[in-house]
């Protein structure tokens, strides 16, 4: 599985960025996939995640209502469409998978199930 982000950048606050995450690897749609991500001196936190099989979406209070997370079935890739911005929202942003033998489960934003990361992208919100 290989997992790769994209769309950082910088930002002003109140603005828009889409993050995409291109997916590969899968054998079945017995997964999810998790935006976390990162600030310096901080704890990685999760911020959304989406499960393949029914579209399923979840968000971190932080960020619900600012933040939307999609995916394309066709080309397996998830985005993170992440409006009115904020200088909290500076992170490293990462998207991460977290896969299973059956459909019967439901993803959460803590990390302990999620396997496969991808590099990273950076996201800054500045004044």
């Known amino acids: 599985v290989q997992l790769v982000e994209s769309g950082g950048g910088l930002v002003q606050p109140g603005g828009s960025l889409r993050l995409s995450c291109a997916a590969s690897g899968f054998t079945d749609n017995y997964y999810a996939i998790g935006w976390f991500r990162q600030a310096p001196g901080k704890e990685r936190e999760g911020v959304s995640w989406?499960?393949?099989?029914?579209?399923?979406?979840s968000y971190a209070e932080s960020v619900k209502g600012r933040f939307t997370v999609s995916r394309d079935s066709a080309t397996h890739t998830v985005y993170l469409q992440m409006n009115r911005l904020q200088p909290e929202d500076t992170a490293v942003y990462f998207c991460?998978?977290?896969?299973?033998?059956?459909?019967?489960?439901?993803?959460?934003?803590?990390?302990?199930?999620?396997?496969?990361w991808g590099q990273g992208t950076q996201v800054t919100v500045f004044s």
């Open positions: 989406i499960k393949a099989s029914d579209g399923s979406t």
């Open positions: 991460a998978a977290d896969i299973r033998t059956s459909n019967w489960f439901r993803p959460d934003l803590t990390t302990q199930y999620y396997d496969y």
